[in-house]
């Protein structure tokens, strides 16, 4: 059954209001009446509702979905910029993969320059594809996606997680494969994680001891060197794996 986010609280008549809901809703799933969706408002909590006039765009609440796919633990996932359209696919999967933010910031070794008027167009465009692979995947929660133009202010952010990670390759090279898997033991439900991610060129060592400073662990994500773009998703699965199947 299709699933929609909408802002705001659930009451029992919902009157959709977003353009692009509305264009999904009535033009492409051409919804009519008595036709039922699962919308999710801001509690997170799933509700069934039908439609009941198509023409203003009206739903009628029928009940509270028990469903929640959650992750138990918040992951979020910070990348250096990477070059050309690179955080599209990993916002995507690892929106799908259960992550609660997708973060970038302005690395040392990162090639692309995004000013604040790209940033904010960016950040727009990653938000829907966010948005739309949340409600493909069932999610409970849109994750927040949010870029810095200031490494600083990223940097900032940093003591409000329970564990940092940085995705080291030197670590992998030097067949560095047990950290992950040891501290992954030691999370507890509600904990906040935080993986860092460089560009194509990888963390500059001053951002290494600045990480580090803040409390942030390295760890090798196995023997094989992966892309900017593959890592994030290996680590999420590691750590859905970790958190809900064992």
Do not use: C
């Not at 690179?86 to 040392?108: H, N, S």
Request: proline share 3%; net charge negative; charged share 30%.
């Amino acid at each position: 059954m299709q699933q929609y986010f909408v802002n705001g609280k659930a009451d029992d008549f919902v009157t959709i209001e977003d353009k692009d809901t509305i264009k999904h809703m009535f033009n492409v799933m051409r919804l009519t009446e008595d036709d039922q969706v699962v919308l999710v408002f801001d509690d997170t909590i799933k509700r069934l509702a039908k439609v009941v006039d198509s023409s203003a765009h009206r739903f009628q609440i029928l009940e509270e979905l028990d469903s929640n796919v959650e992750m138990p633990v918040q992951v979020t996932i910070a990348s250096g910029f990477p070059k050309g359209d690179k955080l599209d696919l990993v916002t995507q999967k690892a929106t799908e993969l259960g992550a609660a933010a997708i973060w970038a910031f302005p690395a040392d070794w990162s090639v692309v320059k995004w000013d604040g008027k790209k940033l904010a167009k960016k950040e727009d465009k990653l938000a829907k594809i966010a948005m739309g692979a949340a409600e493909q995947s069932k999610r409970n929660r849109l994750p927040q996606v949010r870029l810095f133009e200031k490494k600083a202010d990223f940097q900032a952010e940093l003591n409000g997680f329970d564990k940092i990670f940085i995705a080291y390759e030197e670590s992998a090279k030097e067949g560095e494969m047990s950290a992950l898997a040891q501290n992954l033991q030691t999370v507890k439900a509600g904990d906040k994680l935080l993986f860092i991610f460089g560009p194509e060129g990888g963390i500059s060592p001053k951002e290494i001891a600045a990480f580090e400073e803040a409390g942030a662990i390295k760890v090798g994500l196995g023997p094989r060197i992966m892309r900017t773009e593959t890592a994030p998703l290996y680590a999420l699965s590691v750590i859905s794996y970790s958190a809900e199947l064992l």
